[in-house]
């Protein structure tokens, strides 16, 4: 008989901050896969005397958290710590693409800080090619950073009002729910109302509608 693991998932912590000399910062985009929306990146710099917050042990890989966790974080790290917002358009994502889109955006957050740390840890395994500091890459970098998670959660939030409010603008695509992802709801939409200024054109169920007036979902689904 197997018996389950009883040890908890690892949380995020300081240890590849400790690592290096001088102030570090964590970077981390959302809204790779989404056919709609910008995608947002964040940067953030949580100084040694204020890694001892009592939020602190909260701050953890924002796709782990509820919405309202994520929102109560959200002002918490941007009260106490520095950071940077930035994100790249629709249309810039479909002249540049999406990757170079995510290291744009990163790069244009960790500008924003008026005094840049001396080191970053980056999410994923790619390094912007013009940021301006040594820079170490941490795949899952959001379940192991706590700067990272920080940086996770406000581009989460942030993303995700802006989704809420283009909802209001264009109502049909259930984007206050899907945020821009592909579910079906946001595919049956597309057929029946077409796409908006807010659509990734070169994203594959975007370009068949306009190549062929349907999405590839719905395509697979009349053949």
């Known amino acids: 008989m197997s018996l389950k693991s ?12 400790s690592a ?3 102030p570090v910062c964590g970077l981390d985009e959302v809204g790779r896969g989404p056919l709609a929306g910008p995608v947002v990146a964040s940067c953030v710099y949580i100084p040694k005397e204020k890694r001892g917050l009592d939020f602190v042990p909260d701050i953890r890989d924002s796709k782990k958290l509820s919405s309202k966790k994520l929102e109560y974080l959200f002002d ?3 009260e106490h ?15 540049i693409n999406i990757l170079q ?61 802006l989704m809420r409010k283009l909802a209001e603008e264009h109502p049909h695509y ?3 729910r899907n945020v821009g992802y592909p579910s079906r709801e946001h595919l049956d939409a597309i057929d029946a109302h077409g796409i ?6 070169s994203y594959a169920p975007v370009r068949n509608f306009l190549e062929h007036g349907a999405t590839k979902t719905q395509r697979a689904l009349a053949s």
């Open 76 to 78: 918490l790290i941007s």
């Open 81 to 95: 710590f520095t950071f940077g917002i930035a994100e790249i358009s629709p249309q810039e994502i479909d002249e």
């Open 101 to 161: 889109a995510s290291l744009k955006a990163m790069e244009n957050a960790y500008s924003q800080l008026i005094q840049p740390p001396a080191h970053a840890l980056i999410d994923g395994n790619h390094i912007p090619k013009n940021l301006p500091c040594p820079a170490q890459p941490v795949i899952k970098g959001d379940s192991k950073s706590v700067s990272i998670a920080a940086a996770s959660i406000l581009a989460k939030v942030t993303r995700d009002r």
């Open 6 to 17: 009883s040890a908890k998932p690892s949380k995020p912590d300081f240890s590849l901050e």
């Open 174 to 176: 259930g984007w206050e």
């Open 20 to 22: 290096h000399n001088g």
């Open 196 to 201: 908006t200024p807010h659509h990734r054109r």
